[in-house]
């Protein structure tokens, strides 16, 4: 079985289900990287994981790890910090910067970072259209002024949200941001968060394997509706304003 190059304007995928039993969910290979491609990407639940010789390389992940927004869990400690903790976390206030952090930020086992200036350039495009979406935790300095703490960002095409890449420059921030923010998304109409990689992090807040094929299915539901009200502004503040 060779793997697909998928050629430029056609943005069709295969089916990936024999990549996921023959090439490590190697799906595909593209010489673009653009909103088009992006979201016929993301409906298939496939993904872009990183790029070479000019060449971007899309994969799909089996059994997927989501997050259900209504079984979202919160530990004791992170409760705490919630109620307690001066704060503020916004959705699509700095995208810019949280998509360089994100990039900027280690991570264990990898040699550099998947999301290449080619990435950054695309997803921030993919932003200007509306499917994707930044959240920020800020946190007041010794004058009070906020200063960006944390954040995520991610894909959203229809009643589903796609997660991307997250980062801390402060203890908790991320946790925060994430913690304040899936239950906004449901609030926006969010039914289902696509978390791809299964985490010890992850799990604490709740999630959970699903089978591609059950994955396959919900997305084709959940992507064709609308979100009750946009995603945008401030989400919540605690002991500051924005």
């Known amino acids: 079985m060779t793997i697909a190059f998928l050629p430029p304007?056609?943005?069709?995928?295969?089916?990936?289900?024999p990549a996921l039993l023959h090439h490590d969910g190697l799906v595909g290979?593209?010489?673009?990287l653009n909103v088009g491609r992006l979201l016929s990407a993301y409906r298939s639940g496939i993904f872009p994981w990183f790029s070479q010789n000019g060449y971007f390389y899309w994969f799909a992940t089996a059994p997927r790890t989501v997050l259900l927004p209504a079984k979202l869990h919160i530990g004791k400690s992170l409760a705490k910090t919630l109620r307690n903790k001066p704060y503020c976390v916004t959705a699509n206030q700095a995208f810019g910067e949280v998509i360089a952090h994100c990039a900027a930020t280690p991570r264990p086992h990898q040699d550099g970072t998947w999301i290449a200036p080619e990435f950054q350039t695309a997803y921030t495009a993919l932003h200007k259209a509306g499917h994707?979406?930044?959240f920020e935790c800020w946190y007041p300095d010794e004058e009070g002024r906020l200063k960006l703490a944390g954040g995520f960002y991610g894909v959203q095409i229809g009643r589903v949200f796609y997660g991307e890449s997250m980062?801390?420059?402060?203890?908790?921030?991320?946790k925060i941001a994430f913690a304040v923010a899936v239950p906004y998304l449901a609030e926006c109409g969010i039914e289902l968060i696509d978390c791809q990689q299964d985490t010890d992090?992850?799990?604490?807040?709740?999630?959970?394997?699903?089978d591609f094929e059950d994955f396959q299915t919900a997305l084709?539901?959940?992507?064709?509706?609308?979100l009750v009200r946009p995603i945008g502004g401030v989400v919540r503040e605690r002991g500051v304003s924005f």
């Open 9 to 17: 304007d056609d943005y069709h995928f295969p089916d990936p289900t």
């Open 29 to 32: 290979i593209s010489a673009d």
């Open 132 to 134: 994707a979406h930044s």
């Open 167 to 174: 980062f801390a420059l402060a203890p908790d921030a991320s």
């Open 201 to 210: 992090h992850l799990k604490r807040f709740g999630s959970e394997q699903m």
């Open 220 to 226: 084709k539901q959940k992507n064709a509706q609308a």
